[in-house]
């Protein structure tokens, strides 16, 4: 598709060369007061004692040609030139006394990459060359000694002027003397007094361009300039005058601004986001033409530029010639400003100026104007209020926008909304504030949005750029990873290869994998069938939880067994708990023996069965250890023929309770174990606590009888120690349990188990012995006992009652193990 073409039509050449001119919307007509400096010639404003040059174009930085300490005459480069920058120059001779950070002569005050020059105050030049006829020269060499120069745009913008000269279709060549700004006359002057120049450098811009028609626009309220023009173009050659001509444009503000004023010589609208070049027009202010003349015919730089220095608070005003670089500080002090309190100082006019605090900032190429006003010229502004919507600002705007809603999408931060409203459009005129009834400050707000949105955009470019970077990035790493990954199979392949054309075509390396895997295969499968059996783990599981229930329950049981000799003194009761306790104790025990009894069936290993038989050597001889130690000492502590039988029936009933759990742990210990080592290592850790139990249990017996002389606190002694053993005899049980892990031989094991079997057999025989005796005791009526009995039977019946009493503290020192 073809791009839209804005050039203007031989037809509007035509209009434009016969005089027609057009208008532009809105615009305002402040106060001009430029009487009070273009009544004076132009001056030269001195040599400062010191240069700040900026050297950074834009936010770009230049290579540097000078460092610290160098020697510099005035016209030496500071900087090379490349792309769109422009060469920056020293504007007088001295030594370069830094290269810092300064402030900028800018709205924004921040500071940017400046050489510092200490002057000499000689003002040494190089000798300057200009083209002695500059018609013999291309316009290739020609824009580019203007780049050398460092010509810029002097009308306010600060465009680089070579970048303009370089488009080739060009119909109308513009010069901008218009200067509606009030107070400012730099252009006035300028244009009074070097008109000849400036036709001179009018004449080199249609070399270069090769314009169809030229117009030097200029408003009519500076008639001396637009008679000084007249004069100096009269001198031309006829053919010359006519490619010259002269506009004088109404006065109005803002009538110089690039787009107001093509709009009124040609009628036509700049294009949103196009240049003027687009339009094939091409602008240039007179202050620009003017330093073209001097870079191409005298070939001396852009050095220095016309500044008017007006406002009533200086006691001289006028136009001066200031270096670029000059100190605002100079200024104020050669043209003796006489400060008022608060003095309020704008660079540029009052329209489109900003004002600064620090005079330290140096004069740059698009100053043309240092205005310090008194409060009567620009009083304080009002205070701001509310918009009242009265359009005035719309009506006063030059570019046909709307502010009042530019203003509200700026005040909530709509940076959407300001795009589509055009707030680029907007060029800072300053005629919408100028309006305002409410004293809104209209451009402030438009220059914050204006830096957000090119701020946020600049944020968005960059991480536009990072995100394609980082998908380049990861597009390589994976195609790199791809051909690493393609080179080593192709390695491979070769390799395999060559083995086996060197193995007669067998792969060696694959056969070594398969019989790697398959000896892993067999390994594991090996350790499963070794691990896991489920049937053996499962009853061993149900029987350890029966254990705990049965253990649980015998515990609940046995307390207020252990109590009822100390709390009962009715025979008849006691007869009575005693059947009760043995009923409780059997089915207790058949409950037991029911898991007891499969779980001798899942079990096959020698290895459990050695452990299991350690397991009851060491209950075994535990308690033998104890029976023996409490037969001796239960004879003196029980003195009455009623206690004694009740204490037989416990004992008898406790007895019965305690075989049935130690078959169960019997039966059930075989199950834990499967290692021999462990079950011998498990054996001698049980003789040896078997050992230290029956030491313990000898001297608490030793102690017992010297405590009790009354038959009650002799029940209440003996009920204290047999807690005391079932306590500790928990505490050794509970060690017991751990599996011997020091025999290895299955031949030990099996001597073992029927060692343990024979003392278990001799065990029950006592214990059976012991039972038939109490029962016989119990048959005789209690008076008949008492009375018809001879010293040698109550003697006989006294040991017989020890002994009853040592069962009974055996069975709960044993019940009281298991239940641990």
Request: aromatic share 2%; with cysteine.
């Amino acid at each position: 598709m073809n791009q839209p073409s804005y050039l203007l039509s031989d037809e509007k050449l035509d209009q434009i060369r016969a005089g027609k001119m057009w208008d532009f919307h809105g615009g305002v007509h402040p106060q001009q007061n430029k009487q009070q400096s273009n009544q004076t010639p132009i001056v030269d404003a001195g040599i400062p004692e010191e240069l700040v040059i900026a050297v950074e174009q834009k936010g770009h930085i230049p290579e540097l040609l000078v460092k610290v300490g160098d020697s510099v005459l005035k016209g030496q480069a500071l900087t090379k030139v490349y792309g769109a920058l422009v060469v920056q120059h020293a504007t007088s001779s001295g030594e370069v006394v830094a290269i810092e950070p300064r402030t900028d002569c800018h709205p924004s005050g921040l500071p940017i990459l400046s050489v510092v020059i200490k002057t000499d105050g000689l003002d040494k030049a190089l000798p300057f060359q200009g083209f002695s006829d500059y018609q013999q020269e291309t316009p290739a060499t020609l824009i580019n000694a203007v780049q050398e120069a460092g010509i810029v745009g002097l009308g306010g913008a600060g465009f680089a002027t070579h970048l303009k000269l370089a488009h080739s279709e060009n119909r109308l060549l513009i010069i901008n003397a218009i200067e509606c700004e009030p107070y400012i006359t730099a252009d006035d002057r300028l244009t009074q007094e070097y008109a000849d120049e400036i036709i001179q450098g009018t004449q080199i811009l249609q070399h270069i361009l090769r314009p169809e028609l030229t117009i030097f626009a200029i408003e009519d309220n500076k008639p001396e300039a637009i008679e000084a023009f007249k004069i100096a173009l009269a001198k031309l050659p006829a053919a010359e005058q006519d490619k010259l001509l002269i506009r004088v444009i109404p006065t109005r503000y803002p009538s110089g601004s690039a787009k107001q004023l093509i709009e009124i010589l040609t009628g036509e609208q700049t294009p949103v986001g196009k240049h003027s070049s687009e339009l094939g027009i091409i602008m240039s202010n007179v202050g620009t033409v003017f330093a073209v003349k001097e870079a191409i015919i005298d070939g001396m730089p852009l050095l220095s530029r016309i500044v008017t220095i007006t406002g009533e608070a200086f006691a001289r005003k006028g136009n001066a010639n200031v270096r670029i670089g000059t100190p605002i500080q100079h200024l104020l002090d050669t043209y003796w400003l006489n400060p008022l309190q608060q003095q309020k100082l704008i660079v540029g006019g009052p329209m489109m100026g900003f004002t600064v605090n620090d005079t330290s900032m140096p004069v740059t190429k698009i100053c043309n104007c240092l205005l310090a006003p008194t409060i009567k010229e620009s009083p304080e502004p009002e205070t701001e209020m509310n918009c009242i919507r009265c359009s005035e600002c719309a009506e006063a705007c030059p570019v046909e926008l709307l502010p009042q809603q530019l203003l509200w999408y700026s005040q909530s931060e709509d940076h959407k909304k300001l795009e589509e409203y055009d707030l680029s459009a907007c060029i800072e005129c300053g005629a919408c504030a100028f309006v305002c009834p409410s004293h809104i400050p209209l451009v402030e707000y438009y220059r914050v949005s204006k830096a957000q949105i090119r701020t946020a955009k600049d944020e968005a470019k960059k991480a536009a750029i990072a995100r394609q970077r980082h998908e380049d990035r990861e597009l390589r790493l994976e195609r790199e990873k791809q051909q690493r990954q393609l080179k080593h199979k192709l390695a491979a392949e070769k390799r395999k290869q060559q083995m086996q054309d060197k193995n007669n075509g067998e792969d060696l390396v694959a056969e070594a994998l398969a019989r790697a895997k398959a000896k892993k295969q067999a390994n594991s499968e090996t350790s499963e069938q070794t691990t896991n059996k489920p049937t053996a783990a499962n009853s061993q599981v149900a029987a350890a939880i029966a254990r705990a229930k049965a253990k649980k329950l015998a515990a609940a049981k046995e307390q207020p067994d252990a109590e009822q000799p100390a709390t009962e003194t009715d025979p008849r009761k006691a007869a009575v708990a005693a059947a009760v306790a043995r009923a409780k104790a059997k089915k207790l025990a058949a409950a037991k023996e029911q898991p007891d009894a499969e779980q001798p069936a899942t079990e096959t290993d020698p290895r459990k069965a050695a452990v299991a038989a350690a397991v009851a050597r060491a209950k075994a001889k535990k308690l033998t250890a104890a029976k023996e130690q409490q037969d001796t000492e239960q004879p003196a502590t029980e003195t009455d023929p009623r206690k004694a039988a009740v204490a037989a029936a416990v004992a008898r009933a406790k007895a019965k309770k305690l075989a049935a759990s130690k078959e169960q742990s019997d039966v059930e210990q075989p199950t834990t174990e499967a290692d021999p080592k462990k079950a011998a290592v498990a054996a001698a850790v049980a003789k040896a606590k078997a050992k230290k139990l029956a030491a313990t249990k000898e001297q608490q017996d030793a102690e017992q009888p010297t405590t009790a002389a009354d038959p009650k606190k002799a029940a209440v002694a003996a009920a204290v120690a047999k807690a005391k053993a079932k306590k500790l005899a928990t505490a050794k049980e509970q060690q017991d349990a751990e599996p011997p892990a020091t025999e290895s031989d299955p031949k030990k094991a099996a001597i073992a188990a029927a060692v343990a079997k024979a003392k278990a057999k001799k065990l029950a025989a006592a214990k059976e012995s012991k039972e038939a005796e109490q029962t016989s005791i119990q048959g005789v009526p209690e008076k008949q006992r008492v009375n018809n009995v001879n010293p040698e039977e109550i003697a006989k019946s006294d040991d017989k009652k020890a002994k009853i009493a040592a069962a009974i503290a055996k069975a709960k020192a044993k019940k009281q193990a298991e239940k641990e």
